[in-house]
């Protein structure tokens, strides 16, 4: 049975609304329809706008390129999305990969003495290729690190290409992949990590509906566009060490023999500020908010860590 104010509304409306309604629907679909042909005949909404925003950046990419600048950023920090935004301005992920005017060639556009110094061969062929993104992404890493990469990302960019013009532009085409500045990357993994509380553990699971320890670290990290390593051993390694009293919310906190593993580190958890850590517990419970203090947790406790788009605060 409907309540009686449902039951009301139709005398509301009344005759004149649907009246009304004939009138303006058809005004509707004229304003709207050449909106949506335009749209259509342009390409749709700017870039900026969307928002499928790496769905749609990973749909530029080539597959095998993108898994390239994936492991990459994993052994070097720096974010994958970085490396993409500079395939992009720089041959359009080798489309052109031709002699540039000041003589830049191949598919990262490396002057040749440049890569006669940061060359890599990436792939194990045993050269060392300028047109092979799997030789070129990580010569780009390479180049990067060594001026400052990822702790001062701008001025690696700036060595990279003297232009702050061009700093601008690959962080923006970064940020358009996903990429999200280390300032904003706490507050943002915490929240994904709240929003997980109640999710059920699930061995092997890296969500979004269940979740094992390090597949929650995994997924809280994905969806700011930051490649993470699978297990909890990987991960303590990855991150850049630090010590208890230094810790920020988004950090990691590593811990041993929570079951027989031949790994030392066996748990990890999301320090999310103030006393507590969230966690996907173990077989047969849940995502948690768990104190700092819980004497299991206490006892297992070895390190914590920080993911190394930042910078560690001494």
Same mark, same amino acid.
């Given at each position: 049975?409907?309540? %009686? #104010?449902?039951?009301?509304? /139709?005398?509301?409306?009344? *005759?004149? $609304?649907?009246? +009304?309604?004939?009138?303006?629907? @058809? ?12 749209? %259509? #005949?342009?390409?749709?909404? /700017?870039?900026?706008?969307? *928002?499928? $925003?790496?769905? +749609?950046?990973?749909?530029?990419? @080539? ?252």
């Amino acid at each position: 049975m409907w309540d %009686a #104010a449902e039951q009301e509304t /139709p005398d509301i409306l009344g *005759s004149l $609304g649907r009246d +009304a309604m004939k009138v303006i629907l @058809p005004l509707a679909l004229l304003l709207f329809i050449p909106l949506l042909l335009l749209l %259509a #005949a342009f390409g749709g909404l /700017p870039e900026a706008t969307r *928002s499928t $925003g790496v769905p +749609a950046a990973l749909e530029q990419v @080539p597959a095998d390129q993108l898994e390239v600048m994936r492991q990459t950023s994993l052994r070097t920090g720096i974010p994958w999305q970085v490396f993409a935004a500079i395939a992009k301005v720089e041959s359009g992920f080798g489309a052109n990969m031709g002699p540039s005017s000041a003589g830049a060639i191949g598919y990262c556009q490396f002057l040749p003495s440049t890569w006669e110094a940061y060359g890599v061969d990436g792939n194990g062929d045993g050269v060392a290729d300028p047109y092979d993104f799997r030789d070129c992404i990580p010569a780009a890493a390479a180049y990067l690190q060594a001026s400052g990469a990822p702790a001062d990302l701008r001025a690696a960019l700036y060595a990279y290409n003297h232009s702050w013009a061009y700093v601008d532009k690959i962080l923006a085409y970064a940020s358009g992949y996903g990429y999200a500045h280390s300032s904003s990357i706490p507050a943002k993994a915490v929240k994904l990590a709240r929003s997980t509380v109640g999710a059920p553990y699930v061995w092997g699971a890296s969500g979004p509906d269940s979740f094992d320890c390090s597949g929650l670290v995994v997924w809280v990290y994905s969806q700011l566009g930051i490649s993470v390593p699978r297990t909890a051993q990987q991960q303590s390694e990855w991150a850049a060490p630090i010590e208890a009293s230094q810790l920020q919310p988004g950090d990691l906190l590593f811990y041993e023999n929570t079951y027989a593993s031949t790994d030392r580190i066996t748990h990890v958890g999301i320090f999310q500020g103030g006393s507590s850590v969230v966690m996907a517990t173990n077989a047969g419970d849940f995502v948690r908010e768990v104190s700092l203090s819980d004497p299991y947790w206490k006892e297992h406790f070895v390190t914590a860590g920080r993911p190394p788009y930042w910078e560690v605060e001494v």
